[in-house]
């Protein structure tokens, strides 16, 4: 399992998510991605645009690294990783 | 109780009468960008178009009025396999200008949902950019992009199969919410005798029809002038900012561009121009046409495409009742001192006598006898983009 840590604004949208440990079984950030659309129908749209490529003012972290591939998600997380999702600061 | 559903950079307001003076409220969205909103008439359903920034844009509904919005299950999402031509910017030392463009083919995703539409046949269309026009026959259930509008010989042809011709007609507007100089669909206008029938308006391309229910377009720009161009009558590249047309007389359709004011009396089969610059009548973003009667229109004019700020610091609706032949600036209760407002394609509405517009500078303005006198009802709102009454 891989714990996944969201940006408190994605909560304003999916509140169900907020307040639990989200763990999901995956062996890539598109995995990771896929699965928390099943817990959150909608959510990967908000992460990805329609081509599944990240959102240009979006970021993704394993531990402390910052995903590579943005166009496919295909970096490789393992069990006990910590996938983070973050905006970026940006915005008036 | 009529209501009036203002889109704003940072949230949906509900204006409504409240102990005898006009209210906006804060409906929901707060903090969020907002293009457009408006209640499906057959439904009751209220659509917001949301442009997230971060998180991209999305579809939101209200069904109990506003009260409570969710995400719509189906959200506007452009197919696999669908691509445009667009233009890249480049570094080019060779030009005066240090850049240069290059004509590239890129995937379509969505950047921007412009405007929303309702047929009485209870199709929903939605405008997009780049481009993109969808449609729903299931109430919202699904979307699914117009692909012979897509593949249109002015956009270069099928691109889902092929390269097509490898030239578009179609250009761009800085409207999106990406950046990028894309084409998008700010006006879909259904026929209210025909739900078939629609009126789409393109920045920058110009106007199309479809009388089959989007089966088959055609362009509708035969009497349109562009003033700034070497060919001032090509059927593509005109700029309409918005279009309008008059719901019990629909032949009469009212097109605010940015090379002057045209109107239709015959179904967009042909414009002709009707600013008269010297009341101020020419450059500006929105038009509303009357319900009843096809010659009446207003509008919010500014100054020139160089400025786009209210004329002289004075803010002003015009009003033609004779089909463009004559214009009254309407004034009394807007400031005439100092005010720099630009009003925005969506932001100006009308039914029956009652007449309402918001501008950027978050100012929204109402009159009830068809722009003789005007109230205000907030100088503080955020900046507006669209103003809808319904």
Known sequence: ?92 | MTKIWVATRKGTFRVEQQGGSWTATLAGHAGTGVNYVARDPSSGRLWALLGHGHWGAKLSVSDDGGASWRDNAAQVKFPDGARYIGQDMFEDAASDFGVGWRVVTRKATLQKLWTIAFGADGTIWIGTIPGGLFSSRDGGASFELNRALWNHESRGGDLFEGDGTGETKWFGTPASEGGEFAPGIHSIVVDPRDPRRVLIAISTAGVLETRDGGQTWRSRNRGMTMDHSPEPEAEWGHDPHVIDLCSSNPDHVWQQNHAGVFYSTDGAERWRKVSVPDVGVHFGFPVSADDKDGRVAWLVPGRADSQRMAIDGGLFVARTDDGGSTWRQLRKGLPQTGAWDIVYRHALDNRDDLVVFGSTTGNLYLSEDRGETWTTVSHNLPPIYSVRVG
């Open chain 1, 1 to 92: 399992m891989i714990q996944v840590h969201l940006t408190r604004h994605l909560f304003a949208f999916f509140p169900q998510l907020e307040g639990r440990v989200l763990e999901v079984e995956a062996a890539s950030v598109a995995g990771a991605v896929a699965e928390l659309e099943r817990l959150a129908p909608g959510i990967g749209f908000y992460i990805c645009d329609e081509r599944g490529r990240l959102r240009p003012h979006v970021n993704l972290f394993i531990g402390n690294a910052m995903v590579k591939d943005r166009r496919t998600l295909s970096d490789a997380v393992a069990p006990g990783d910590k996938l983070s999702i973050l905006q970026a600061l940006s915005g008036g």
